[in-house]
């Protein structure tokens, strides 16, 4: 039987300067998709997958990402006080157990694999996963969950997979399939940002992984790959030089590249429709700028 997945990894040490002004005095994880900041959907997915530890790797300037875990007495005490009880419910949700968090600093921003490499020590011989912020998932049963069932059954390394147009696969990493069992996919190889038209195949790989320790000792032993960084995906191919197996997950849901701009507005605009007590008034919204835009052009 292999190991459960307790751990997770929260890579959170990117300035965020797609988003300046904004990010010059809050990090990009703290920013609100609708009333909720990135990092609290990134939290509720590991929670709904069992994981029990949280492992932030930040940088110089992510206090207040700290301080949103942190106890609020007064606010706390003001809302009983009001009776205020759901919003109550909601405040405690944000709350994180003494202990189950951690904070590691990355003092240099040597890429996504250099970041994930900085917890290892908290990570000993478990497996674990590793969460990006920046893409929200949405879906009936959370995409590391998903992940977590799937990776009951196979073991080994596993990231999450989307399909993307032929022409977006050089913004991602991809995988060269082997063989497809539903949403399963035992890997060949993976390429960082391949050249248009030398891709393996068009399933990229997104902001979710379940990995094994042995990935962070490849760590040790990969140079600098794409864009001059210590890539997460070339320690992740490691595993198959090595002769383990590496796993692609085709997840069920709707991925948002929130560390773009335009991802974040689309986000935004799918999570309010979904809210039962914002969509009728929003919808109606949307529906009149059809007229606006027309009578501006």
């Not at 478990?126 to 590391?144: M, N, Q, R, T, W």
């Amino acid at each position: 039987m292999n190991r459960k997945v307790t751990k997770a990894i929260f890579p959170v040490a990117g300035l965020g300067t797609r988003f300046l002004p904004a990010t010059k005095s809050v990090p990009k994880e703290i920013m609100t998709l609708v009333d909720q900041p990135l990092i609290q959907y990134a939290i509720d997915e590991a929670r709904a997958a069992g994981i029990e530890d949280f492992i932030f790797v930040t940088s110089r300037g992510k206090s207040a990402l700290e301080d949103y875990f942190d106890h609020s007495p007064d606010l706390e005490a003001s809302l009983m006080k009001s009776g205020k009880d759901q919003l109550l419910e909601v405040l405690r949700n944000t709350y994180m157990d003494s202990g189950a968090i951690a904070y590691i600093r990355q003092h240099k921003a040597l890429g996504l694999g250099h970041a994930v490499s900085c917890a290892s020590r908290l990570i000993g011989d478990e497996p674990f996963a590793v969460i990006l912020p920046d893409d929200v998932i949405a879906g009936e049963k959370s995409c590391l969950q998903q992940m977590v069932e799937a990776y009951e059954e196979t073991g080994g390394a596993m990231v999450a997979t989307m399909e993307v147009a032929p022409e977006q696969t050089a913004s991602y990493g991809v995988i060269d399939v082997a063989e497809k069992n539903d949403r399963v996919m035992s890997v060949n190889a993976m390429v960082e940002k391949p050249a248009l038209g030398t891709a393996p195949s068009n399933y990229a790989v997104i902001g979710r992984y379940i990995l094994t320790p042995d990935v962070l000792k490849n760590m040790e032993n990969i140079g600098a790959g794409a864009g001059g960084e210590l890539q997460l995906t070339d320690a992740i191919a490691s595993e198959i030089d090595q002769g383990r197996d590496v796993y692609g997950y085709l997840f069920d849901g709707q991925r948002f590249d929130c560390g773009s701009k335009a991802g974040f507005l689309q986000a935004t605009v799918a999570f309010a429709l979904a809210r039962p007590d914002l969509r009728d008034e929003f919808t109606t919204y949307l529906s009149d700028l059809g007229p606006i835009k027309h009578a501006a052009q």
